[in-house]
Nanobody, 129 residues
């Protein structure tokens, strides 16, 4: 099993920044997992934000790569998402996810939610003036 616990969400004004964290644990977790962030706004489908592999190769949703940065600390089993210049349309529940099959992330990597077997409970991000 894998447990994923997100933190760092909250309310911020437009133009502000937040840093989300996701701590992974459990017998099945390893640094070889591909890790990702997804988000889901009310009445919308869960959408992919960014992904990272064990070597910290990354890929981003095209509309977010200029403002968001994904990273991981394998020694701490922790995934991060730095979000800058936040906009009201970034308001959503943000989820981290783990793909235990591992593999590599490349610039054209575009996963779907079904590629990930483990999910955190989510953390709310609200961007409002």
């Amino acid at each position: 099993q894998v447990q994923l616990v997100e933190s760092g969400g909250g309310s911020v004004q437009p133009g502000g920044s937040l840093r989300l964290s996701c701590e992974a644990s459990g017998d099945a977790y390893s640094v070889h997992c591909i890790m990702a962030w997804f988000r889901q706004a009310p009445n919308k489908e869960r959408g992919w934000v960014a992904a990272i592999d064990k070597d910290s190769a990354t890929s981003y949703a095209d509309s977010l790569k200029a403002r968001f940065s994904i990273s991981r600390d394998n020694a701490k089993n922790t995934l991060y998402l730095q979000m800058d210049d936040l906009k009201p349309e970034d308001s959503a529940i943000y989820y981290c996810a783990a793909d235990l099959r591992g593999g590599h992330v490349w610039i054209g990597y575009r996963p779907s939610p079904g590629d990930f077997g483990y999910w955190g409970q989510g953390t709310q991000v609200t961007v409002s003036s």
